[in-house]
């Protein structure tokens, strides 16, 4: 499955997912991957609202770092463009040098994987029919693609 689906990674906490993680207990390895976006058409086309899936914890964690470091830079990024200190070179120079498009590919791959690994056929195919649901840059043929404000 390859989807471009925006995903958060919530570790089991009490203020996260609402459970009761008893007090002076560490989190635990398990995730469950949510899209705020989908969630409630996730819901609807199948019981995901219990699911979970299960990844290697160095995997959540690189994935994590990865997306800590390309939301908190970006958001500097936004800061400078916003007080004119930076322009879109800055910004394509970032993405350039931080690999930023090859790290979110294997971002997206680590979590297919074990969507691939724990789905039925027919679930990732409703969950692939999601994914197809998100707008990319670039296919709105009514906007300009200097000026489209797709995420």
Known sequence: MTCGLHL????????????GT??????TSKIRIWSP?????????????SREIRMPLSEVVTVLQDLNEFVVSLD?????????????????????DRDVARRLARARHV?????????????????????EQVRFYGTDTTANPSTDQSS
């Open 22 to 27: 008893p007090s002076g207990t560490t989190p």
């Open 76 to 96: 500097r990024l936004g800061s400078r463009q916003a007080s004119g200190t930076a322009d879109e070179y800055t910004v394509g120079k970032f993405i350039a």
């Open 37 to 49: 976006a989908l969630i409630m058409e996730l819901n609807r086309l199948m019981d995901m609202s």
């Open 111 to 131: 979590i297919s994987v074990a969507l691939d690994a724990q789905l039925s056929e027919e679930e990732n195919a409703e969950v692939d029919a999601l994914c």
């Open 8 to 19: 958060i990674f919530c570790l089991h906490t009490p203020m996260i997912t609402g459970g």
